[in-house]
């Protein structure tokens, strides 16, 4: 039987997961010869045959559990009647499905577990969605032959008391509800928890009669447990038992689209199932590529924010940010826009204005608004988020390796051996990763992490790190140089992959730089904090433990030295060979859903489209035909720049699509006096963001449920994003970015973004075999895509680096001049936390808020004691750039010295404590290392308070008669 899903999507359950060996195995199942991969359920065989096996407790997402016995066949030659889901085939079974015996048997199994269900399924939200619904008519179920004495499911027995045996739902989590009554033990939701997410925070309690499926331990609920709530037990709940509540509430959906998640860098595919025009729940597909049917609790429910009372729909201007805002039509509001951003140019030249582009937006309106400004403003200033993130992935990799992106796919960590994590913590920012590579470890990959804090992958359920490096922020370098000095001075390099893929020359001299004492863990320790020995066991065992793959994160990036270090891991992949295979690499895991894709789409100041330079002539002459324009040689303003212009008076104009700069960038007062400056900011967005504080006109924008277009993941997977609904605001972003450009008289006639797909393959090598009908046809692809491989490259540097040689680059340590003193003793750096995502404007706006609806100061008890610092105080964060207050929370996952801290709540503002330092080589700002102190607190600080007056006056809005 199909179940409900099916109908709207075919997306089969096999019951049990695919075998991957490469011997096959010919049997017959009621008389069809049946092929298979050796190692196959005979329930998967006979699905893939077409003949399905009855089924409660099996799911092709875990592993065979064979409890609830309808699935049980005949094999000829052999006694009784084996459940299919956990006997595997063998050459030359005659299987047998359907006999007389057999539908006895399922009869008595199902009239046992109908016995003790409610039959409310005309009233039950999952009616149409329930595999037990659909097994007893599959069995053929006319009638239920036990009474029900006792049961699970009345709230008071025959004669009146309160039953003992019945439970109530469980409604805690905002997001779905649990029914003890409708369960039946087949311990799906368990295994899910287990197998796909790897949180174990389900259990069965009891035996028997009294088992009963728990979240937590005792006297905990779903919401107090450990579950982080990702949906994998709800998805594999094969009755209503774990319900979404958007179902309950809204209904049974009618239709689904497939499309791509706008949350982190993995890009999860889903299905977005509709009922008329509204988004009734959002379901993982099991053929995306990135997340196997897997999700987490952002994409799978935080989209609550699409239909939020503080999303904006009308398009609105104003004279001047001390005014009110004045709701206009669009092309009141394009025409203001347009004529503010001519007379800037015609006052001040025409590098007085920018752009930067979004990298939660699509690849084809990321294009358009980079194509904006060469094009129509006739410069070269457009910026992107990476600038603030991975600018120094772009740089790094692409002086070492050639090209500037990760080298693998996903898939690829279900084959490493060794993983080194560096400055990343993939459970809270890329949490679907996370959950494949916890399954990995589990199955016995080793673990070295590098961080100063102690992240859940360092040990939680069943996975402990074999090495954690806790160095102390701003050492990175440090630290991996000294890895690098034991796999050279002990011989661990792979020096037959050195003299075919790299440059042996280059190579000699790194070597000799590396081998000197001063790069020694010996002489390193004091530095770094991490001891001598734990680094030389860490290094030996990346060196010499198989398969070696690194996966780094802004904890690499956002440093003063921040490509430096991601030269030195990619230094280290080189030394051992790790690159150009599955289960190796170098892997950024990139921070939001398309930034991978904002960057290969030319928004840097100086390069076009597919990282070509500006200042090269045929890369110019290329575009210029296209566009029928002149394309500056002369790189234009990054976001510091341009900000730095606006105080001195230079630069005037901003278009800044879907990004919030004011919370996300450091340094606050230096980015609000660069707005501040500023004649004219154009903020296009869904809510008043922090930026728009300072804005002049405000576009409402489209979220992803509203558009066609393009995502490219930390994978440089191109997926498709897919409209389920009309845009709320009128018009998709592109098509708002296409209208004021028209305004300002550029005539572009584009009328679907696949003309923008189709022009950015015609203009970009690595996209050249990129289209909407390829992506139709193959789901997704991974650049490049183009006539050398029209299926896409999922591993990159196969049998060369697109260099040509790898490069190695001496990476010498260079202290930050942020430093520690007797006024500012700690060390603060940041991250995300799993139920907030980026600056929070989408994740506030959702039930999210339950776990996290403040930023709060890790600090370790050592530095809260001789403080003063109780657990829950408000404390005073200052440095040298500011201050702000938050409550403090006591917790030894940070060292002695440190603190952290999250960026998600705009009342923190934990960015107006960051300096203005960063990497040498991209601007990107060291957010990672501020020297602050700590101290008691009674509330918010005067710049808070400041801070909050001045955003309430400046999101005032004119009633529309007015």
Not at 513 to 541: D, I, K, N, Y
Not at 550 to 568: A, K, M, N
Not at 759 to 776: H, K, N, Q, R
């Amino acid at each position: 039987m199909k179940d409900f899903k099916d109908f709207i999507i075919p997306d089969r359950d096999f019951g049990t997961p695919a075998a991957k060996a490469k011997q096959m195995v010919t049997l017959t199942i009621d008389g069809f010869d049946v092929t298979v991969p050796e190692g196959t359920s005979i329930m998967r065989a006979a699905a893939e045959a077409g003949i399905p096996v009855p089924k409660l407790c099996a799911t092709d997402s875990v592993d065979a559990f064979g409890s609830c016995r309808l699935c049980l066949v005949e094999i000829e030659g052999r006694n009784g009647t084996p459940a299919s889901c956990t006997t595997l085939v063998a050459p030359g079974l005659k299987v047998h499905t359907q006999t007389p015996k057999l539908k006895d048997l399922r009869r008595g199994v199902m009239e046992l577990y109908i016995s003790d269900h409610p039959l409310d399924c005309l009233t039950c939200a999952a009616n149409g969605d329930c595999e037990l619904q659909d097994m007893a008519g599959a069995v053929g179920l006319r009638d239920v032959r036990y009474e029900a004495v006792e049961t699970h499911f009345r709230p008071r027995n025959t004669g009146g008391e309160a039953n003992p045996q019945w439970l109530p739902k469980d409604e805690s989590n905002p997001y779905f509800t649990y029914d003890p009554a409708k369960c039946i033990v087949c311990s799906r939701c368990v295994r899910a928890c287990e197998e796909v997410q790897g949180t174990f925070a389900l259990t069965i309690t009891g035996r028997g009669w009294d088992s009963r499926v728990h979240a937590g331990a005792a006297g905990d609920s779903f919401l107090t447990s450990d579950c982080v709530s990702c949906g994998a037990c709800v998805q594999a709940c094969p009755t209503g038992t774990l319900q979404e509540k958007s179902m309950i509430e809204i209904g049974t959906p009618d239709r689904a689209v497939i499309t791509t998640c706008a949350y982190c860098g993995v890009g999860c595919s889903f299905k977005a199932e509709m009922r008329g025009d509204e988004l009734v729940r959002m379901v993982p597909y099991k053929h995306g590529k990135a997340n196997r049917g897997h999700s987490c609790v952002k994409g799978r429910f935080a989209y609550g924010y699409a239909s939020h009372k503080d999303r904006i729909l009308n398009p609105m201007i104003r004279d001047s940010i001390s005014e009110p805002w004045r709701e206009v039509s669009w092309d009141e509001a394009l025409s203001f826009a347009a004529t503010r951003m001519r007379n800037i140019q015609q006052t001040y030249g025409k590098n007085a204005v920018g752009v930067i582009t979004s990298s939660r937006c699509t690849n084809e309106e990321t294009f358009l608004v980079q194509k904006l400004t060469r094009a129509v403003f006739g410069n070269n200033n457009t910026d992107t988020c990476a600038r603030v993130c991975h600018s120094p992935t772009g740089y790094g990799l692409g002086q070492t390796f050639g090209t500037s992106a990760g080298t693998q796919d996903f898939d690829s960590v279900e084959q490493t051996d060794v993983v080194m994590v560096i400055g990343a913590n993939p459970t809270d920012g890329h949490p679907v990763f996370a959950s494949r590579l916890k399954k990995r470890l589990r199955k016995g990959a080793k673990l070295i992490v590098v961080d100063p804090r102690r992240i859940d992958l360092v040990k939680s359920a069943h996975i402990k790190a074999a090495h954690h490096l806790q160095l102390r922020p701003g050492t990175n370098v440090a630290v991996v140089t000294a890895l690098a000095h034991v796999i050279v001075t002990e011989g661990l390099m792979n020096e037959e992959f050195i003299r075919t893929r790299c440059d042996w020359d280059e190579f000699q001299d790194y070597a000799e730089f590396v081998s000197r004492p001063q790069h020694s863990p010996e002489a390193t320790e004091m530095l770094t904090g991490v001891p001598s020995e734990e680094l030389r066991r860490a290094a030996r065992l990346y060196a010499t433990g198989g398969n070696g793959a690194i996966y780094y994160g802004l904890g690499v990036t956002e440093h003063s030295q921040g490509s430096t270090t991601v030269i030195g891991i990619a230094n280290l992949a080189m030394l051992t060979g790790n690159v150009g295979r599955p289960g190796v690499g170098v892997n950024p895991l990139r921070g939001q859903n398309n930034v991978q894709g904002s960057c290969d789409m030319g928004s840097f100041p100086h390069e076009l489209p597919g990282y070509r330079h500006v200042k090269n002539a045929d890369v110019r002459d290329l575009f210029e035909r296209a566009w029928g324009t002149t394309i500056d040689s002369e790189p234009g303003l990054r976001i510091p720049n341009m900000l730095d212009a606006a105080v001195e008076g230079t630069f005037k104009g901003l278009y800044c699509q879907g990004e919030d700069i004011l919370q996300s960038d450091p340094d606050t007062k230096h980015v609000a006096a660069g707005l501040a400056a500023m004649d004219c900011v154009i903020v296009h967005d869904l809510f008043l963001n922090e930026t728009a504080n300072y804005a002049h006109v405000f576009l409402p924008g489209s979220t992803f449920l509203e558009k066609d277009g393009t995502f490219t993941n930390a994978e440089r997977r191109i997926n498709r994003v897919r409209k389920v609904m009309a845009p709320r605001n009128g018009y998709a972003d592109w098509e708002i970015t296409q209208m004021l450009a028209n305004a300002l008289g550029a005539g572009w006639g584009y009328t679907h973004p696949s003309q923008i797909m189709d022009e950015i393959a015609m203009l970009t090598p690595s996209f050249a075999g990129v289209s909407y009908d390829v992506l139709e046809e193959k789901g997704s692809v991974q650049w490049p895509c183009n006539e050398k491989v029209p299926d896409g490259t999922p591993l990159m540097h196969i049998d060369g680096f697109v260099r040509g040689k790898g490069r190695f680059i001496n990476t010498e340590y260079v202290a930050t001049d942020e430093k520690t003193g007797p006024r500012f003793p700690l060390l603060l750096t940041t991250g995300r936390i799993l139920s907030q995502y980026n600056v929070g404007a989408q994740t506030r706006r959702t039930s999210n808020v339950v776990w996290h609806d403040e930023d709060v100061l890790e600090i370790h008890p050592h530095d809260a004691e001789v403080r003063g610092v109780n657990e829950g105080q408000f404390v005073r964060l200052a440095s040298r750039s500011g201050e702000t207050t938050l409550r403090a929370k006591i917790t030894d996952r940070v060292s002695p010295g440190v603190v952290y801290t999250t960026f998600h709540h705009p009342d923190t503002q934990a960015n107006v404590i960051t300096t203005d330092f960063s990497d040498w080589a991209t601007n990107c700002p060291e957010y990672k290392v501020t020297a602050v102190q700590v101290s008691p607190s009674n509330g918010p600080s005067e710049w808070q308070e400041d801070y909050a007056a001045q955003a309430a006056l400046s999101r005032r809005i004119l009633p529309a008669a007015e």
